[in-house]
């Protein structure tokens, strides 16, 4: 049954009716009978505790989410009533709604920010010269234009951010729901996104944001309070004038580049150890206990995060850490616990080399170091929050009573300790945030690292660990504390800012933000051009073919000179797509490995040949050693090769690629584009559920246990103990991603447009004859055999 929509005109944008909504595993209504409207070209702002139904709220106003009972209407569209759901109407309204979700990492559907950025515009159906246009100016609003060709997925957690939005303002909503866009973003950046709410406001835009921040919830036309599940306060507000607002906003901002209020006392980013600005009693007269010289680091492919970084920090010192959004803050923070290891440089904590650190000394190091990661709710791996917090106490050895004692005051400690007995993965995201926290305290660390533990906490949550902070600080813990908000540099003795150490944004070294849309566009594609290998600039549907097509003719090499051939391509097209040979083996080496054992099988079962090696029943012939050879080294040609496609080859390519060579399967009823894009969310989604389980394992180790001390037994039940949380974070991706691809109006692949458009080019044309050239050689040298 389809609900007639109703005139806009005589519509609020959201009206909503005595709403209901429970989740399917709980007996508790999450929304018990809210009434709401939200009129055109309002600013709504909704507030409330962690768990009282304001991400739920948010997924019905988006259209993202059905309640059990009540009304629901969305920009003249009557989408939920008596009758049930109207799949036709919500997909009608969602056209003109867009939602940014609390963890912008579901809502990035590939690996290259530009076609990201671009997927909703292409599931909306616009011309490709309006969807670049749209692309240009929605990464020149979140300053992440210099970005444009880099993956989301390598990114911070504020970049992660921001480049959600972005995707949103592509869409060009009517509506916009944020469900607290700024939890994880520095000062500037935070900024950023309020002058970017207040330009959409300005311009006719219907906002509602989620926020547990006083000062965002007032820069709104109203504030509603949720409570339980019910609308408990709502309050008309006159909110300030867009100039004080940007005043308020650029206070301390220093010309972008740095992330602290003016008025915060500050170390530069490579400092060595200066005097804090007010020395506690534990640390005025006290040695380093962290000590970090001249520190680099960089990931596998990219600029440097850190570079010739210093810092001391004495012991029973508060260091807050700030920056902009990827500056390199939680990279020290991993770094500096030895989840990690810098390209130069050392880090000495308690006197013990973090760097060059054994088994042994990694031991010890845990005995002293805490670790609360920025997304510590991921980390929880145990049956019940007891048994995840009695974790890093066992591993330590203590007696039974004094790990029981030490769990009880941790849970005391963060107000959680009627959550003993529950399950960690049915707790709220502020719980499981919680308790996490206090698995680390048990430990009774002497050094603590903390990575934004009051991120996406409410207030009362917030003060909980902000109170956490001043006790440990009392009792001597030396910690180091890695915060945007400005109550918690409060508490520290000294900030250090990493900006100034970190290599600048692209838009902050210009000294400017780029402005034409033109200019933008030529930034973007000399950017990809400057980048690109020859084998990336491939049309993706000609490189797919080929690579498919020489992974299988190297099954028919048989002899040296075919082999040689092989090898000479394959290296050929490593240096082509400028690509480190070494780094290459160093990705393939377990399947090589894999390859070259089962390939040793092959010389106890040929029997031909002359024997050349005899024990007992056992006779080793040289053509067994050769067909050993010819099966291991084929192999080790199919997997480089699929290894430099999968290198340079994006999954939106692969999609596209995909999906355009299976298109005569799609005259015949066959779903090509949906398999394509199966595939290509695989694709994205296997390294995050990698990352997901390294962090289960850091947690681990950062607790004294893990998959990388203890006994054999003792290893595999920490292994065994990384599956559930993977499985739960399997299925958590799946369900936000389905919501993500709702969002960004995917509906299939009719009707969509794309923002990149393949073709065969003059490179394309000569590989196809280099391939051509080689298959006729191995032919031809078969013949001559």
């Known amino acids: 049954m389809t609900s007639p929509a109703i005139s806009e005109a005589d519509s609020p944008a959201i009206r909503l009716s005595g709403i209901r909504f429970r989740y399917h595993d709980s007996a508790a209504w999450a929304l018990d009978g809210i009434d709401l409207t939200v009129r055109h070209g309002e600013y709504v702002c909704v507030v409330g505790a962690n768990g009282s139904g304001k991400s739920t709220l948010a997924l019905i106003m ?31 309204a969602r056209h003109g709604i867009g939602m940014v979700f609390q963890n912008p990492e579901d809502q990035i559907v590939t690996t290259v920010l530009a076609d990201d950025v671009a997927f909703g515009p292409e599931n909306l159906g616009m011309a490709r010269p309006d969807i670049v246009r749209h692309v240009d100016a929605a990464l020149d609003a979140v300053d992440m234009a210099g970005h444009a060709p880099d993956d989301p997925t390598r990114m911070s957690g504020g970049q992660q951010q921001r480049s959600a939005i972005a995707g949103m303002l592509a869409m060009d909503p009517r509506l916009l729901i944020l469900d607290e866009p700024t939890a994880m973003l520095d000062t500037v950046a935070r900024a950023d996104i309020m002058r970017i709410l207040d330009t959409l406001h300005a311009r006719g835009t219907t906002i509602v944001h989620i926020t547990h921040s006083p000062d965002e919830a007032h820069r709104g036309t109203r504030v509603v309070e949720i409570a339980n599940g019910h609308a408990v306060g709502d309050e008309t507000i006159i ?20 992330s602290l209020p003016s008025d915060i006392a500050t170390d530069g980013g490579a400092t060595d150890g200066t005097e804090p600005t007010e020395p506690t009693e534990h640390a005025e007269h006290a040695d380093p206990v962290i000590a970090v010289r001249d520190l680099s680091f960089a990931y596998t492919s990219g ?12 012991a029973g010192e508060t260091v807050a850490l700030v920056g902009r959004n990827g500056a390199g803050k939680s990279t020290l923070a991993r770094l500096v616990c030895a989840l990690g290891k810098p390209q130069s440089g050392t880090i000495t904590v308690h006197d013990i080399d973090t760097v060059r650190a054994g088994k042994r000394e990694r031991k010890e190091l845990r005995r002293h170091v805490g670790y609360v990661m920025q997304h510590p709710e991921r980390q929880l791996f145990a049956d019940t929050v007891r048994e995840d917090v009695a974790y890093g106490p066992r591993n330590q050895e203590l007696p039974a009573d004094e790990v029981n004692r030490r769990v009880d005051e941790a849970l005391d400690l963060l107000g959680i300790a009627h959550l003993a007995d529950r399950s960690p993965f049915d707790l709220s995201g502020g719980q499981q945030r919680l308790a996490a926290i206090a698995g680390v305290i048990a430990c ?5 690292v903390m990575d934004e533990p009051t991120a996406s906490l409410d207030a009362r949550a917030t003060a909980r660990i902000r109170d956490l902070i001043r006790t440990l600080h009392a009792r001597g813990v030396t910690i180091m504390l890695i915060t945007h908000a400005r109550e918690e540099l409060a508490l520290a003795d000294r900030v250090v800012d990493l900006s100034r150490s970190a290599a600048p944004r692209p838009e902050a070294a210009a000294g400017r933000r780029t402005t034409g849309m033109r200019e933008m566009r030529e930034t973007h ?54 690509i480190n040979p070494l780094r290459l083996l160093g990705t393939v080496h377990p399947f090589l490995a894999l390859f070259a054992v089962t390939g040793a099988a092959n010389v106890f079962f040929v029997r031909t040949g002359t024997p050349v090696w005899s024990f007992g029943p056992v006779t080793i ?18 997997i480089l090769l699929g290894a430099v496609f999968l290198t340079r080859t994006t999954p939106t390519q692969m999609t596209d690629a995909f999906e355009s060579l299976l298109s005569p399967l799609a005259r015949l009823g066959v779903h090509t584009h949906e398999l394509s894009l199966v595939m290509s969310l695989a694709l994205r989604f296997i390294p995050t559920l990698t990352g997901e389980a390294r962090a289960v394992a850091d947690a681990q180790a950062a ?6 001390t203890g006994s054999p037994m003792q290893r595999a039940r920490a292994m065994g103990a990384i599956v559930v949380p993977v499985f739960a974070g399997t299925l958590r991706h799946a369900d936000n991603l389905s919501r993500a691809l709702d969002a960004r109006c995917y509906e299939g692949g009719s009707g969509r447009t794309h923002y990149r458009v393949m073709a065969v080019g003059a490179r394309d044309v000569a590989a196809m004859l280099v391939v051509a050239v080689y298959l006729g050689t191995l032919v031809a040298l078969a013949f001559i055999r």
């Open 239 to 258: 909110p300030m004038s867009h100039g004080r607002a940007a005043a308020k906003d650029a206070d301390g901002a220093d010309g972008g580049s740095s």
């Open 525 to 578: 594609e000399t950017h990809e051009r400057d980048r690109a290998d020859a084998v990336s600039r491939m049309d993706p549907r000609v490189k797919m073919a080929l690579t498919l097509l020489l992974m299988f003719s190297a099954f028919a090499i048989s002899d040296v000179w075919q082999l040689l051939a092989g090898a000479a391509l394959v290296g050929a097209a490593i240096a082509v797509a400028r």
């Open 62 to 92: 988006a259209g993202l989410a059905a309640p059990d009972e009540g009304t629901v209407e969305l920009l003249g569209h009557r989408v939920f009533d008596d009758a049930g759901a109207h799949p036709d109407e919500y997909r009608a």
């Open 703 to 708: 607790r004294g246990g893990g998959i990388e």
């Open 303 to 314: 600029e440097p995060v850190l570079s010739g970084f210093n810092l001391d920090v004495r």
């Open 444 to 448: 009774r660390p002497d050094v603590l």
């Open 621 to 638: 012939t040289d053509d067994g050693l050769w067909t050993m050879v010819i099966y291991v080294l084929r192999f080790a040609l199919v």
